[in-house]
């Protein structure tokens, strides 16, 4: 048969279980903290990234290949060709942002519908 705990032993319980809780607290705020934080560092580097597209409509063969999700060899390519629009400025290359989205929507194909049209349909 269990026998009860003496008041010490019940004395050790209660003050784990307070640290315990206490302790729960604690990482809840640190929790809370590092999650302001992440928000605060993320809407930090999107206003960054906004304010370096009202810069300049100018793009370097990086940023175009991750604005345009390709490997840079397939841009060098297509430039070689002379096959997408650039610019080249002192052996650098260039691209417009604005330029780039009417290249590729020359290549869209299908009808295209207003999101209420294709809705009814």
Excluded at 45 to 73: F, N, V
Excluded at 85 to 100: A, G, I, N, Q, T
């Amino acid at each position: 048969m269990p026998r009860a705990p003496s008041e010490p032993e019940h004395h050790n319980v209660s003050n784990e279980r307070g640290e315990l809780a206490a302790l729960t607290a604690l990482l809840q705020q640190l929790v809370e903290q590092i999650a302001q934080r992440v928000v605060s560092e993320l809407a930090e580097l999107e206003g960054d990234s906004r304010t370096a597209d009202a810069r300049s409509p100018w793009m370097s063969i990086e940023a175009a290949a991750s604005y345009l999700d390709w490997p840079k060899q397939r841009l060098y390519k297509l430039t070689a060709s002379g096959a997408i629009p650039h610019h080249k400025h002192e052996r650098r290359l260039l691209f417009r942002r604005d330029e780039l989205d009417r290249w590729l929507a020359s290549f869209a194909q299908g009808e295209r519908r207003s999101l209420s049209r294709s809705r009814s349909i």
